[in-house]
């Protein structure tokens, strides 16, 4: 069964900061995507940035960054030039492309420190 | 024991019916909302309710329309379908707003419904 782990509950950063957050993954499958969704108070699910498994370049967008190591099932998210408006929940998700169900981590509780 | 339920899983209608999809949780939660997954395989959110009220309604063809019977369901209508609504739909559920102790609660995902418009 494929699962998603998020290891770190809670992180926080200096605003302007850069951080990391750290996601590993488990399946045995070979064509897959991997996300990282945005959970602001108001609870929906805002996309952050997506990753192609057969893709080997590292997503990006703005100031958002991954680094996907597909041997190590690792798929961290890297936050640059941190704001206030970064404060939220993150959540790594994995979603087979033969199939529909997308699978969560737990969630990584991002503070900004002004 | 399924905590977010979404009925069907597949649906293949032709262009111009009207369809509705099902989706009902037992997790007590106030919150629910639907999610369009589109080819690019991201989630993109449509609307939310909580305890029946409808609080988020982003910019989706009129053609949809969410009801709520209760807090336990919420259902999404589809008239007139039309070509790019082909999707997977994903029902969610989540703790209330605001309430003390729930910012670490995540949603909780249907399986979703894979809509195919002929």
């Known amino acids: 069964a494929q699962t998603v782990t998020q290891s770190q509950p809670e992180m926080s950063v200096q605003e302007a900061e850069t951080v990391t957050l750290s996601c590993t993954y488990d399946t045995s499958e070979s064509d897959y995507y991997l996300f990282w969704y945005k959970q602001p108070p108001s609870r929906q699910m805002i996309l952050v940035i997506r990753?192609?498994?057969?893709?080997?370049q590292n997503a990006t967008e703005n100031r958002f960054s991954v680094n996907f190591q597909k041997a190590a099932k690792s798929f961290s998210l890297k936050i640059s030039d941190s704001q206030l408006g970064d404060a939220a929940m993150y959540f790594c998700?994995?979603?087979?492309?033969?199939?529909?169900?997308?699978?969560f981590g737990k969630g990584t509780r991002l503070h900004i420190l002004p | 024991d399924t905590a977010v339920s979404q009925t069907p899983k597949y649906l293949v209608t032709q262009m111009g019916n009207d369809k509705s999809i099902k989706c009902e949780q037992n997790?007590?939660?106030?919150?629910m909302y639907w999610y369009k997954q589109d080819s690019k395989k991201f989630l993109k959110i449509m609307f939310s309710?909580?305890?029946?009220?409808?609080?988020i309604n982003e910019t989706v063809p009129n053609r949809f329309s969410p009801k709520s019977p209760d807090k336990a369901h919420l259902n999404l209508h589809i008239n007139s379908l039309e070509l790019g609504d082909s999707a997977v739909y994903f029902c969610?559920?989540?703790?209330?707003?605001?309430?003390?102790?729930?910012?670490?609660?995540?949603?909780?995902f249907g399986d979703g419904t894979r809509l195919s418009i002929l």
């Open positions: 997790l007590g939660h106030d919150t």
């Open positions: 998700a994995y979603r087979m492309n033969r199939d529909d169900k997308i699978i």
């Open positions: 309710y909580n305890n029946k009220e409808l609080i």
């Open positions: 969610a559920s989540s703790l209330p707003l605001f309430q003390p102790g729930t910012v670490n609660q995540p949603q909780h």
């Open positions: 990753q192609e498994a057969y893709k080997q």
